[in-house]
C-alpha cells in the first residue's frame, strides 16, 4: 500500500469522523434561544441534522460506514439528549424526512450499551432546565 493511498485513508476518515459534530452546538443554542424563530437557531440546527443525514444516506447506516466507530458513541447521548429536551422544552422532534438519521439514531438507542447507560428522561429534563429558563 502506498503511503498517498494510507493518506487519502486516513483524510476521508478525519472528515466523516468532522459528520455530526457542530449537532450538540446548534441544538443548545435552539433550546436556550428566547427567539428561535429570527434567531436562525432552529435552521442552523435543521442543516447540521440535513448534513447528517445526506452523509449517512451516502455512506451509513454509521459515520464512518458499515461499522460503528467512536464517533457514533459520542454522538448517540448527544442524540438522546437533544430529543428529550427539545420535546420537552419546545415541543420539538426532528423531521420525519430525515429518514436516516431516524434510522441511525434507533440503531444508536437500541445498543444494549445505550440502553444499559442512558439517564432517565426526568434526569435529562432537570438537568437542562436551569439553563433553558435562565437562558
Do not use: C
Amino acid at each position: 500500500m502506498s503511503v498517498y493511498t494510507v493518506l487519502n485513508f486516513v483524510a476521508v476518515l478525519l472528515l466523516r469522523a468532522q459528520r455530526g459534530s457542530k449537532i450538540f452546538v446548534a441544538f443548545v443554542k435552539f433550546l436556550t434561544s428566547k427567539d428561535p424563530d429570527h434567531d436562525g437557531s432552529e435552521q442552523a440546527l435543521l442543516n447540521e441534522l440535513k448534513a447528517l443525514d445526506e452523509h449517512l444516506k451516502a455512506h451509513g447506516p454509521y459515520v464512518a460506514g458499515e461499522k460503528m466507530t467512536a464517533v457514533d458513541l459520542s454522538l448517540a447521548p448527544k442524540l438522546y439528549h437533544l430529543e428529550v429536551a427539545l420535546g420537552h422544552f419546545k415541543n420539538w422532534t426532528v423531521p420525519e424526512s430525515l429518514t436516516h438519521f431516524h434510522i441511525y439514531k434507533k440503531l444508536l438507542f437500541s445498543r444494549d450499551s445505550f440502553q444499559k447507560t442512558n439517564p432517565a428522561i426526568e434526569s435529562i429534563i432537570a438537568g437542562w432546565k436551569p439553563k433553558v429558563i435562565n437562558a
